[in-house]
């Protein structure tokens, strides 16, 4: 019974990180370079500011994931434009993805790894 459990555990595990939907799609780095560098795209750092400053990708723009103003600051962005987001490891560009998502947006390009996999 237990390695049923645990089977299934790892089954679930591994179906939810490998998965992608048509609106979100994970990109490793060598992808997302080539779709950002110097293009004119919707380029967002979603760590805090402090974050932002220490160094990030030329033309992304900060919108920190914790803060009150995500929501307000991401409805000012075009929903039917792709978005590329990322963060310090995936994590919270992950979350934001799948905010962004239920927030309308229709094309979303999430750093694997984030931005410390980049350089």
Avoid: W
Avoid at 22 to 41: A, G, P, R
Avoid at 50 to 71: L, M, P, T, V, Y
Avoid at 105 to 115: N, P, Q, R, S, T
């Amino acid at each position: 019974m237990k390695l049923f459990v645990i089977l299934s555990l790892i089954t679930s595990l591994i179906a939810c990180n490998g998965s992608q939907n048509d609106t979100v799609k994970v990109l490793t780095t060598k992808e997302f370079k080539e779709q950002v560098d110097n293009k004119q795209v919707q380029l967002i750092d979603v760590r805090t500011p402090k974050e932002f400053i220490s160094g990030h990708i030329k033309g992304a723009r900060n919108i920190d994931f914790n803060s009150n103003s995500f929501d307000e600051e991401f409805n000012k962005l075009n929903k039917d434009e792709p978005v590329y987001i990322y963060c310090r490891s995936g994590v919270r560009s992950g979350e934001a993805s799948k905010k962004l998502e239920t927030m309308g947006f229709k094309e979303i390009y999430d750093l694997k790894g984030g931005i410390i996999n980049y350089k």
